[in-house]
């Protein structure tokens, strides 16, 4: 199984000026992953007041174990907006059915589609966490 790298950390697009026949070419940067270990590296080394690291492995190591701790902690961070937007757009959608349907004018059937449509969409979210 491929470790979570984070997806990229700088991606950046660069104007080629129509060199190779490309005039813009995507590049996806290092992994978060690396660089949250960088970071990690950098406290460490500031932490040991720039005393020769003893252990190369376990410094490399511990700085990859703080940078999945720092990872897991991104991830929980982007899931809680993205379910707090999934929840406001539910409401929206909720509250426009309601409007429809104390509406006189409005038409029944399309309003029970929309709470159909949401509750199936809040049920395949639910299933997937």
């Not at 410094?59 to 961070?77: G, P, T, V």
């Not at 399309?110 to 709470?115: E, Q, Y």
Request: net charge negative; charged share 25%.
């Amino acid at each position: 199984m491929k470790k979570n790298d984070g997806g990229p950390a700088f991606p950046a697009t660069v104007d080629r000026g129509k060199q190779r026949g490309i005039y813009l070419e995507r590049l996806p940067g290092m992994p978060l992953r690396d660089w949250f270990a960088g970071m990690a590296l950098i406290g460490h080394c500031v932490v040991s007041q720039g005393e020769e690291i003893v252990c190369e492995d376990m410094a490399a190591a511990f700085c990859y174990r703080m940078a999945d701790a720092m990872l897991a902690k991104h991830e929980e961070k982007v899931m809680a907006a993205i379910e707090k937007e999934t929840a406001a757009i539910a409401v929206k959608d909720l509250e426009t059915a309601i409007d429809e349907i104390e509406n006189e004018g409005a038409q029944l059937p399309t309003a029970v589609a929309v709470l159909y449509t949401i509750r199936n969409w809040l049920a395949a979210l639910l299933e997937e966490a």
